[in-house]
Nanobody, 116 residues
Framework: QVQLVESGGGFVQAGESLILSCAAS????????MAWYRQAPGKERELVAT???????NYADSVKGRFTISRDNAKNMVFLQMNSLKPDDTAVYYC??????????WGQGTQVTVSS
């Protein structure tokens, strides 16, 4: 089992920045891919960013150039730096621990609200 706890969400104005953190514990393998997803009201959960153990990253087109995923394997932490936030970024953001390319464990989510 892997436990994930997100933090760092909040209410910001458009154009501002936030950094989300995810602390992982349990049976963690540093070779696994970590990811951030988000779910806006009335919409399906969507992939925001992934990062492999080898630091290869992938981003949704909607956040490229604005969001940056990073990880600290020594501390079992994953981060999402979000810059130039837009109202469309409003969602609950989830950290995910992926196995074989699919999210296997989820955090409880953290709310990000961006006002115009």
């Amino acid at each position: 089992q892997v436990q994930l706890v997100e933090s760092g969400g909040g209410f910001v104005q458009a154009g501002e920045s936030l950094i989300l953190s995810c602390a992982a514990s349990g049976r963690i393998f540093s070779g696994n891919t970590m990811a951030w997803y988000r779910q806006a009201p009335g919409k399906e959960r969507e992939l925001v960013a992934t990062m492999t153990s080898g630091s290869r990253t992938n981003y949704a087109d909607s956040v490229k150039g604005r969001f940056t995923i990073s990880r600290d394997n020594a501390k079992n932490m994953v981060f999402l730096q979000m810059n130039s936030l837009k109202p469309d970024d409003t969602a609950v953001y989830y950290c995910a621990y992926q196995k074989l390319g699919a999210p296997t464990y989820w955090g409880q989510g953290t709310q990000v609200t961006v006002s115009s």
